[in-house]
């Protein structure tokens, strides 16, 4: 069965399943990128957002009766869905890194200098 309507703090990591299923989202942000994806969902009309300070029950009650009830919220997440589906996300990051690492035949030719690949942070301890 699939949610009807998700209840996020508007992050990607919420956001974007919700938009690829079709699936409106109330957005109750806290952080400043959370505010700034929240205000890209409501002006493209797959949101509602109520800000953390005015999260009060009635508030959220009200924010999803609205997103229940007006058929616009649904068929903005549906055409977002589409749009997404059409996009193999597999594939393109991989292909875009690809073609930007094929354009740089060595490390010099680099304008970004890579100092992961030899010497470990944390995130790589144990892995020499």
Not at 25 to 43: E, F, G, T, W
Not at 51 to 70: G, M, Q, S, Y
Not at 86 to 105: G, N
């Amino acid at each position: 069965m699939r949610s009807a309507v998700v209840v996020s703090h508007g992050g990607t990591g919420g956001l974007y399943p919700a938009l690829a299923a079709g699936t409106p989202l109330l957005a109750i942000p806290s952080n400043y990128d959370m505010h700034l994806s929240a205000d890209r969902l409501v002006k493209h009309g797959v949101a509602l957002r109520v800000r953390v300070e005015d999260a009060t029950p009635a508030n959220i009650h009200r924010a999803l009766k609205e997103l229940l009830e007006k058929p616009q919220f649904k068929q903005a997440a549906t055409q977002w869905a589409q749009r997404i589906s059409a996009v193999d996300t597999k594939t393109v990051f991989p292909d875009l890194l690809r073609r930007w690492f094929s354009e740089r035949t060595t490390p010099q030719s680099s304008p970004i200098q890579f100092p992961l690949a030899t010497a470990p942070g944390p995130h790589l301890a144990g892995t020499r």
